[in-house]
T-cell receptor
Framework: KAGVTQTPRYLIKTRGQQVTLSCSPI?????VSWYQQTPGQGLQFLFE???????NKGNFPGRFSGRQFSNSRSEMNVSTLELGDSALYLC?????????????FGPGTRLTVT | QKEVEQNSGPLSVPEGAIASLNCTYS??????FFWYRQYSGKSPELIMF????GDKEDGRFTAQLNKASQYVSLLIRDSQPSDSATYLC????????????FGKGTHLIIQP
């Protein structure tokens, strides 16, 4: 079974621009979560989508948004980029069953803001 | 604010020995607990999960959970140089209201 895929793998943007990242979950998984990983803050939860609806949201500003499509693929958007947004953005998929919450990560998108 | 604490290390263990990694969490309502392994430059890989008090074994890995003490541990038996990585502890709160809360990770070095 294919794993989680993320595109693009690397991205360089300029401060003030916006960016869209894409994630395709493991086949059959309906939940997609997004995380930001930086050396200083570690892995931080951004938001989770399930059945095209945002279910949970972490403590990030409104410049960070996302959506999920009917095929469970998800996109994440960051507007008005700041230097501090430079990070590894990770997408994780989960079957999100009642008794389990195991999440499987994609390879990540490395975003550099200059 | 929910917190997950791990000793950042590095933790150095001789090859063939048992590596013991520890994690404490602040949210007493937490229900699910996970260990991820992350190699440098790679994304986290799920290696163990545990939901009930006690031990759970999978191959060379054993996860231990003590909810009363709010403590989770990971034991790696017969440590191999390929086990050298950063190990991340993650916790899922109760009620399904949040994503995973991660610790900053413990850097493990297995010395040949």
């Amino acid at each position: 079974k294919a794993g989680v895929t993320q595109t693009p793998r690397y991205l360089i943007k300029t401060r003030g621009q916006q960016v869209t990242l894409s994630c395709s979950p493991i086949s059959g998984h309906r939940s997609v979560s997004w995380y930001q990983q930086t050396p200083g803050q570690g892995l931080q939860f951004l938001f989770e989508y399930f059945s095209e609806t945002q279910r949970n949201k972490g403590n990030f500003p409104g410049r960070f948004s996302g959506r999920q499509f009917s095929n469970s693929r998800s996109e994440m958007n960051v507007s008005t980029l700041e230097l501090g947004d430079s990070a590894l953005y990770l997408c994780a998929s989960s079957a999100r069953g009642r008794a389990s919450y195991e999440q499987y990560f994609g390879p990540g998108t490395r975003l550099t803001v200059t | 604010q929910k917190e997950v604490e791990q000793n950042s290390g590095p933790l150095s263990v001789p090859e063939g020995a048992i590596a013991s990694l520890n994690c404490t969490y602040s949210d007493r309502g937490s229900q699910s607990f996970f260990w991820y392994r992350q190699y440098s430059g790679k994304s986290p890989e799920l290696i163990m999960f545990i939901y009930s008090n006690g031990d759970k074994e999978d191959g060379r890995f054993t996860a231990q959970l003590n909810k009363a003490s709010q403590y989770v541990s990971l034991l790696i038996r017969d440590s191999q140089p390929s086990d050298s990585a950063t190990y991340l502890c993650a916790v899922k709160g109760g009620g399904g209201a949040d994503g995973l809360t991660f610790g900053k990770g413990t850097h493990l070095i297995i010395q040949p």
